[in-house]
């Protein structure tokens, strides 16, 4: 499920302190993200530090951007999840930050012992 916001940073800080947790995206993510913004005409309102800093994703194109964070998933399986997304002139779902979402879907899973990585090399 999405909500959207007008200011994602405060709206994340206020959820972080009533306890809700969201998925912690490597610090890499943040470093290739730099790089491609400086090739970019996009420029953040946002300051970078504080969306590194908390954990929010950023996914842009000519146009503008989407700012978007996602819960740690609510159930064992993960499957069912919060989507927190303020957009600035994008019409786009992010589609740039699947990976960085899966990756770290799978770490919160690895964590909980949940992450079931089958071996098909053998033919099974």
């Known amino acids: ?3 959207r916001c007008t200011d994602i940073i405060t709206t994340i800080q206020k959820m972080r302190r009533r306890g809700v947790e969201f998925l912690t995206i490597p610090s890499s993510y943040y470093d290739e993200l730099e790089q491609r913004l400086s090739h970019s005409k996009i420029h953040l309102e946002e300051d970078i530090k504080k969306l590194r800093e908390l954990n929010i994703l950023v996914d842009f194109d000519d146009n503008g951007y ?15 999840f919060l989507e927190v997304i303020q957009r600035n002139n994008f019409n786009g779902f992010g589609a740039g930050n699947f990976k960085a979402l899966f990756e770290a879907v799978e770490r919160e899973q690895a964590k909980r012992g949940t992450l079931i990585v089958d071996d098909f090399s053998n033919g099974y």
């Open 66 to 80: 989407l700012l978007q964070i996602f819960t740690q998933p609510m159930q064992d399986r993960p499957t069912l």
């Open 1 to 3: 499920m999405a909500l």
